[in-house]
């Protein structure tokens, strides 16, 4: 029984000597990075991706609405015009167009029967636009897209701030949870060999030394997956930070953060920039409904044109301009307008209907968040509490153990509780930052442009 004892603790040996090669050797071909929260939050407003998104929402906004500057600018054409022709009416006026009308063209037959006639024009056009209220108010309209877009902005660069915030934070989390495993571990290896040599003294018997092997075992699995769990929060990490996935990042500190200052009282506020981003576009949706209105009126515009004609390519004989106003309005479109108008109405008491609710729901999010918060800082002092208790708990039964006077079960429980309680107040601690960092997200305020 002895000798069979023996070699099963040198096997667990050799096994234990191959897991910590295995890990040095993982760790080696591992890229580890050091990185500091501010690091990280500054990496990620230089090079998020989503970031970058809303700055060409922006620029495409501001495209938009040079687009508009055609309400006031004039425009202007050039063509060049090849036509042949032996329409009497048509061949008539090419002739005056080309001011080379003769006696001879008066004559009827020839009036009546032309023969093939050329024209070849070359033509400058302008318009200038002077009163389109219709088009005032959409230019408006664009305008306040600007603003919108600009709001939207500044919230995706502090939703990335929070996300940022919270993955740093789920690191270090998971930075915690792989040295508490890492402790306990440490702790059911120096178990085992205690209880290993105890069995080959007679004092315990081989149960007791497979019960503590299968701990060991059941530390390993989670100790694996604390590993694991690493990466895929270097990962997204990473990812928040525009980098390619593959670094393990360390974090500044595996001990529990605390915030400097946790906001508590702060009301929902107003000028919060996903808020003042509904309420814009709510005042852009009225812009389009009187622009719609608007369209019913009469516009005024300018128009001109010179034009050169010659009966030869590329001839460039007679000139003349055509110049004027127009004064144009449309009296009936078959309810158009007015069908338009009511679905923009609707489109707009939608929007006020969809900016109350989620106003209101951003209200109830924020008092829900703050209870969490106080709930949080609870959890931290009762865990705190139940560590210390765990930790004497499992010292005095492993006292007891040593002595004989104790199983190796209620060891074994007493460390699987430590370890338990150790996790969860990290856990804790976690969360209480994390939910910190949304009130805080939830109470940013903004200036409006």
Excluded: C
């Amino acid at each position: 029984m002895k000798s069979t004892t023996g070699r099963q603790a040198k096997r667990l040996s050799r096994l234990v000597a191959a897991l910590m090669l295995t890990a040095s050797q993982l760790a080696a071909q591992e890229t580890t990075v050091s990185l500091t929260a501010d690091e990280a939050l500054s990496a990620a407003l230089a090079n998020n991706r989503g970031l970058k998104i809303a700055a060409l929402d922006e620029s495409a906004a501001s495209a938009r609405y040079k687009e508009t500057e055609a309400v006031f600018l004039p425009q202007a054409g050039l063509s060049y015009t090849a036509a042949s022709t032996n329409l009497p009416l048509n061949a008539f006026g090419f002739k005056l167009q080309q001011k080379t009308i003769g006696s001879a063209d008066f004559d009827p037959a020839h009036l009546n029967h032309p023969g093939g006639t050329p024209n070849f024009m070359t033509a400058f056009e302008v318009q200038q636009p002077l009163i389109n209220m219709d088009q005032l108010y959409q230019r408006k309209g664009a305008s306040m897209q600007i603003q919108i877009y600009r709001l939207k902005s500044l919230r995706t660069r502090e939703e990335v701030v929070f996300e940022t915030r919270k993955a740093y934070l789920q690191l270090q989390l998971s930075h915690r949870e792989l040295k508490v495993m890492e402790d306990a571990l440490s702790t059911a290896i120096a178990l085992y060999q205690y209880t290993n040599d105890r069995v080959s003294q007679g004092m315990l018997s081989k149960a007791d030394a497979l019960n503590v092997q299968v701990q060991v075992k059941n530390i390993e699995s989670r100790l694996a997956d604390a590993k694991t769990q690493i990466k895929n929060a270097s990962d997204y990490l990473g990812f928040l930070m525009g980098r390619s996935p593959g670094p393990v990042y360390m974090t500044d500190t595996a001990a529990p953060q605390n915030s400097a200052a946790i906001p508590s009282g702060a009301a929902l506020p107003e000028n919060r920039a996903d808020l003042s981003a509904l309420r814009k576009t709510i005042e852009a949706s009225e812009l389009m409904i009187r622009s719609s209105k608007m369209s019913a009126l009469p516009r005024l515009n300018a128009f001109g044109s010179y034009q050169l004609n010659d009966s030869r390519m590329l001839g460039f004989g007679a000139g003349g301009y055509l110049a004027g106003i127009r004064l144009s309005w449309d009296l009936f479109k078959g309810n158009s307008i007015r069908s338009r108008n009511a679905t923009l109405l609707v489109e707009k008491n939608r929007l006020t209907e969809e900016y109350a609710r989620y106003k209101e729901q951003s209200a109830m999010e924020l008092n829900a968040t703050r209870r969490y918060l106080d709930d949080a800082a609870l959890r931290i002092d009762r865990q705190q509490t139940a560590v210390a208790s765990a930790a004497e708990a499992w010292r005095i039964l492993r006292d007891r153990y040593e002595q004989g006077l104790s199983g190796s079960t209620d060891v074994l429980l007493a460390q699987t509780q430590l370890s338990q309680q150790k996790l969860a107040l990290a856990r804790a601690i976690f969360d209480r930052d994390v939910t910190a960092s949304y009130v805080e997200f939830l109470t940013t305020s903004s200036s409006e442009k």
